[in-house]
């Protein structure tokens, strides 16, 4: 079982930026892949970005890249999503997941993710 704890979210104005942080369980966090989703009302839940378990692969929604940077910190089985330039349309809550099989690549799609947080709102004001 895989315990994931999102934080950093709030009310911010447009152009301000926001880092998010996802702390995980399990001592074996370095082989899990990573990923940010996120849900506006009304829709469905959306891709933003993923990070391999070794951190050195990224993936980005094309809405958020240049903007948001994913990031992992294994000594400390913490995920981050710095934004940059936050955009009213981005207003969402913020989901973390993690696939705790070991090794796989990157994903974007939600169901390669086993285990989800209980979401962050991120409101951005125009």
């Known amino acids: 079982q895989v315990q994931l704890v999102e934080s950093g979210g709030g009310l911010v104005q447009a152009g301000a930026s926001v880092r998010l942080s996802c702390a995980a369980s399990g001592r074996t966090f370095s082989r899990y892949r990573m990923g940010w989703f996120r849900q506006a009302p009304g829709k469905e839940r959306d891709f933003v970005a993923a990070?391999?378990?070794?951190?050195?692969?990224?993936y980005y929604a094309d809405s958020v890249k240049g903007r948001f940077t994913i990031s992992r910190d294994n000594a400390r089985n913490t995920v981050y999503l710095q934004m940059n330039s936050l955009k009213p349309e981005d207003t969402a809550v913020y989901y973390c997941?993690?696939?705790?099989?070991?090794?796989?690549?990157?994903?974007?799609?939600?169901?390669?993710?086993?285990?989800w947080g209980q979401g962050t709102q991120v409101t951005v004001s125009s």
């Open positions: 997941a993690a696939d705790p099989t070991p090794w796989r690549i990157i994903a974007a799609v939600a169901s390669d993710y086993d285990y």
């Open positions: 990070i391999r378990w070794s951190g050195d692969s990224t």
